[in-house]
C-alpha cells in the first residue's frame, strides 16, 4: 500500500512540475506579447540605403539580433550592415517604465558609445541617441514579419533605410 501511495505521490510532484513549467513559460510569452517591445524578438535580415556626409548614397545590407527579456521589459539589439565600401554595428541594450524608454547604445566600428532614450510599444520604437559629438533620431516600426529602420543624423551618417523580414 506505501509503494501505491509513493507512486501516487511521484505522479502528482510530476504533474505538478510540469503545469508550473507551462504556467511560466505561457507567463513569459505574455510578458513578451504584451510589453512594449512586443514583435521584436528574433532575427531580421534585409536591405536599404546609406546616405554619407559626403553627399553620395550607398546601398547596404543588414542584420538584426534582437533579445526581449522574460518580462517583456528590455530589449537588446545588434545592427550590422555593409555595403561594398562602408560598414556599422550598432548594439543597444534598452529597458522600459511604461512606454517610456532609456539605455545605452554603441557602435563597434567607430568605438562610438552613448545613451538613448524615448518610447516603445504598438510595435514602434523612437528614440533620440547621443554621444559625444554626435546624435541621431531612430525609428524602428515592426508590422508582422516586417519592420523598417530609419536613423537621421547629421554627423558622417546622414541617414539610413531599411527593410527587413524575420528569418
Known amino acids: ?3 501505491f501511495g509513493s507512486s501516487l505521490l511521484r505522479q502528482a510532484v510530476a504533474a505538478a512540475g510540469v503545469g508550473a513549467a507551462l504556467m511560466l513559460s505561457v507567463a513569459q510569452s505574455h510578458a513578451q506579447a504584451g510589453g512594449p517591445f512586443a514583435g521584436f524578438d528574433g532575427n531580421w535580415s534585409g536591405t536599404g540605403t546609406v546616405a554619407l556626409s559626403n553627399g553620395t548614397t550607398e546601398n547596404i545590407r543588414c542584420k538584426a539580433d534582437y533579445k526581449v527579456n522574460a518580462s517583456g521589459l528590455g530589449l537588446k539589439q545588434n545592427l550590422h550592415c555593409a555595403s561594398d565600401s562602408y560598414k556599422f554595428d550598432l548594439s543597444s541594450d534598452v529597458t522600459s517604465q511604461g512606454e517610456r524608454i532609456s539605455g545605452n547604445w554603441s557602435e563597434k566600428s567607430r568605438n562610438i558609445f552613448g545613451n538613448l532614450q524615448g518610447t516603445a510599444g504598438g510595435g514602434q520604437i523612437d ?3 547621443e554621444a559625444s559629438g554626435f546624435a541621431a533620431n531612430l525609428n524602428l516600426r515592426t508590422t508582422g514579419n516586417k519592420q523598417s529602420v530609419q536613423i537621421d543624423s547629421k554627423g558622417e ?9 524575420r528569418t
Not at 551618417?157 to 523580414?165: A, C, E, L, N, P
Open 157 to 165: 551618417i546622414r541617414g539610413v533605410k531599411i527593410t527587413m523580414t
Open 127 to 129: 528614440v533620440f541617441v
Open 1 to 3: 500500500m506505501k509503494l
